[in-house]
């Protein structure tokens, strides 16, 4: 395959719902081509599609793939980037979304090393080597499309990744590690003149907080964020689009903390 997509193509990974839905269905609306990943769903819902056919009208088909692959392994990370190749020929935009929670709280002192493989192998170690593969392909980009090519990298942390939860270690553990991963690509791939960005979460509705959401509705209404209100999906989706957008020029390695300002040290 020659032909190169005309629209500019998107791909985020955890995309079937929560905050990765929110980000594909922004991008959509400034006219990207998207590419949704998840691990473990068979298909899109019918509100997904519907929201999609919604802004793509008449050629909502061939305005976006689902690609059912888990980053966590190798052959599945090929595959992603296979199919891309295959359907669009091109990417623009990478956003490591994917990741997962323990499966159980456990303390520390407790934690299982299944456990901590599973959650490293998700939330740092797939889109370490995601990256590197998408990363080599958008060089290899810039030599053949026009200057107007404008490729970026966006990985979605959490407060984690300087937050103790003494009851998911491997979790803060896989998001710190996610905050250098950003810095190093940054520099990197700085030397291509391919930005970086990192956009860390607060408190935010999704399915992952569901199960709590009782002891955050107090511990935000008792103070734990200056802005008292949990946050939402489309919160993270917009920080992206002004990265895109290419609102944030002279800047790469950057960590955008959108969490309601919990990152504040008070007294």
Not at 142 to 166: D, G, H
Not at 233 to 240: M, Y
Request: aromatic content about 8%; hydrophobic content about 40%.
């Amino acid at each position: 395959m020659t032909n190169f997509s005309e629209h500019k193509i998107a791909c985020v990974t955890g995309s079937t719902h929560g905050i990765g839905k929110a980000i594909v269905l922004e991008l959509a609306k400034i006219g990207f081509n998207v590419v949704i990943n998840g691990a473990t769903t068979n298909s899109l819902s019918e509100n997904y599609l519907s929201a999609l056919k919604e802004i793509y009208g008449k050629q909502f088909e061939q305005r976006y793939i689902f690609i059912q692959s888990d980053v966590s392994k190798a052959e599945d990370r090929n595959k992603l980037v296979n199919l891309i190749k295959d359907k669009f020929n091109r990417i623009d935009v990478l956003v490591n979304n994917a990741g997962v929670a323990p499966k159980e709280r456990k303390d520390i002192l407790e934690t299982s090393e299944d456990s901590y493989d599973r959650v490293m192998a998700i939330n740092l170690k797939g889109p370490y080597f995601l990256t590197q593969l998408i990363a080599k392909w958008m060089i290899e980009l810039k030599q053949l499309l026009t200057e107007e090519y404008q490729p970026y990298i966006i990985n979605i942390s959490s407060l984690s990744r300087y937050t103790t939860s003494r009851n998911r270690g491997e979790y803060c553990i896989s998001k710190a590690g996610m905050s250098m991963m950003t810095k190093l690509f940054a520099e990197r791939l700085s030397d291509h003149e391919i930005p970086v960005f990192e956009i860390s979460p607060g408190i935010i509705d999704t399915p992952m907080t569901e199960n709590i959401h009782e002891k955050y509705d107090k511990l935000i209404n008792e103070g734990l964020t200056p802005i008292k209100q949990w946050g939402k999906p489309i919160d993270i989706a917009k920080p992206v689009i002004a990265i895109v957008s290419g609102l944030l020029p002279y800047s790469t390695g950057t960590i955008i903390d959108i969490d309601g300002g919990f990152h504040i040290r008070r007294l």
